[in-house]
């Protein structure tokens, strides 16, 4: 078995990766990761040996710049990868501002994941995902992918139309301000003894159960939001769709119109920061000098751990690759009936149970209003990812359709969109 780490988010994730490879999963497997910087090659390669040799199962832990080496008959590819998020974030934020306090501009759809912000986000993701997959049809073309690139709706999406089987991974719903552990901890009721269900999109994720030894809980979590306990958004949302919004409500917010109390992130957190990175190849470094068996290097992997994304894809490509049965709350993939009033293809996300590796049916139902905004969504996700393949059509479509520019001039937003093409031209390469 083989794995091909792709995407400069990978260092973040490594010391979970192998963990769950070696430890948790007792898998003996070669990994290949991308990395082109050779002073973090160096990092990486010492790190990982220390890892493979302290689980003493086999297997081959390689690290280099040629991905034609890293894809080569690799089994599963996880690709965590972006386009300079944090420098062009900016970048389409400053020229979605207005020049003065009488021109406001439209600074409110300086985004992530949706609206013009998110789109942009789409496009420039593009190049690196569809480049990457023109590589894989050659190295490793029935290679699964487990994909946590943003917007991981499109990301997936992309990767599905090249003809890949792909599963995706973004920010658990099950964390957060507006989490589930929030609203169990509201509650007064331990996570571990829930069984809630959580369904929609990435990022556009709602409750649509939650019980314990049989009790219904959702009643109650009701009340607590139209008692403005989990803020206004959420109380405005179960008023407009039925339910409840769980995770992040930032993230909700953006694939909807501008909301009159709500501001987007002016600097939201892409990646690692400096001060994170430098902390990280600090361990790392003291793993591969000291070994993983070695007290002060056992601890820097505690500490790597710790700090670690709650994300587990390597939980999930082993599942898959082995046949096994897995629970895991909210993957992203293509719908195939999961949500019922979803089209087949949708990207949508939920709770994936496997037997023998097989996807399990669900045929969960959402709220009428909640499958309709859903359904727009989900298309303009679908456009999006179509646009970033060099289709201008599904770009003109994606624009009209999207909900997050309702109220805006639609042809206005396009002019927009072109010029923000035009600017980031050096990675916008298909349109």
Not at 91 to 96: H, K, P, S, V
Not at 148 to 164: D, H, I, K, Y
Not at 374 to 391: F, K, Q, Y
Request: proline fraction near 5%; charged fraction near 30%.
């Amino acid at each position: 078995m083989k794995f091909a780490f792709i995407g400069q988010d990978i260092p973040t994730l490594l010391p979970t990766l192998l963990t769950d490879m070696l430890f948790a999963g007792r898998q003996a497997a070669d990994v290949a990761v991308e990395e082109r910087n050779p002073a973090m090659q160096d990092v990486l390669e010492r790190y990982g040996r220390a890892i493979y040799a302290k689980a003493d199962l086999g297997g081959e832990f390689t690290v280099t710049g040629r991905r034609a080496e890293a894809l080569a008959g690799a089994d599963c590819v996880i690709y965590a990868g972006d386009c300079m998020a944090v420098t062009r974030f900016h970048q389409d934020r400053e020229a979605l501002s207005g020049v003065d306090e009488d021109d406001p501009g439209l600074s409110d759809q300086a985004r992530v994941n949706g609206g013009i912000g998110g789109l942009m986000h789409t496009l420039r993701q593009g190049e690196n995902v569809l480049t990457l997959c023109e590589e894989m049809q050659e190295r490793c073309p029935g290679a699964l992918v487990i994909s946590l690139g943003q917007p991981v709706a499109r990301t997936t999406a992309m990767f599905e139309n090249m003809g890949f089987r792909c599963f995706g991974l973004g920010r658990t719903p099950l964390r957060g301000a507006n989490g589930l552990d929030a609203v169990c901890k509201k509650l007064k009721h331990k996570i571990e003894k829930v069984d809630a269900q959580i369904a929609g999109l990435p990022g556009f994720a709602f409750l649509l159960s939650m019980e314990e030894a049989g009790k219904d809980l959702l009643p109650r979590v009701e009340k607590l939001t139209r008692e403005g306990e989990f803020g206004r958004l959420s109380k405005r949302w179960l008023d407009w769709y039925g339910a409840v919004a769980v995770g992040d409500v930032t993230d909700h917010a953006e694939w909807l119109p501008a909301q009159p109390d709500f501001i987007p992130e002016e600097d939201p957190e892409l990646g690692e920061s400096i001060e994170k990175r430098k902390e990280r190849i600090l361990y790392m470094n003291t793993v591969g000098d000291k070994g993983a068996a070695d007290r002060e290097g056992m601890m820097a992997q505690l500490l790597l751990l710790s700090k670690a994304p709650p994300i587990r894809p390597m939980q999930l490509a082993l599942a898959l690759l082995r046949g096994e049965d897995l629970r895991m709350p909210a993957v992203a993939r293509r719908n195939n009936g999961a949500l019922r009033q979803l089209t087949k293809d949708a990207i949508i996300e939920a709770e994936l149970l496997l037997k023998g590796g097989e996807v399990q049916p669900q045929g969960l139902m959402l709220p009428g209003a909640l499958a309709e905004i859903c359904a727009d969504i989900d298309e303009t996700n679908r456009l999006a990812a179509r646009a970033a393949a060099g289709d201008r059509g599904a770009l003109r479509e994606c624009i009209d359709l999207d909900p997050a520019l309702e109220g805006l001039d639609r042809l206005y937003c396009q002019e927009l969109v072109d010029k923000l093409i035009e600017m980031h031209s050096d990675v916008i390469e298909r349109l």
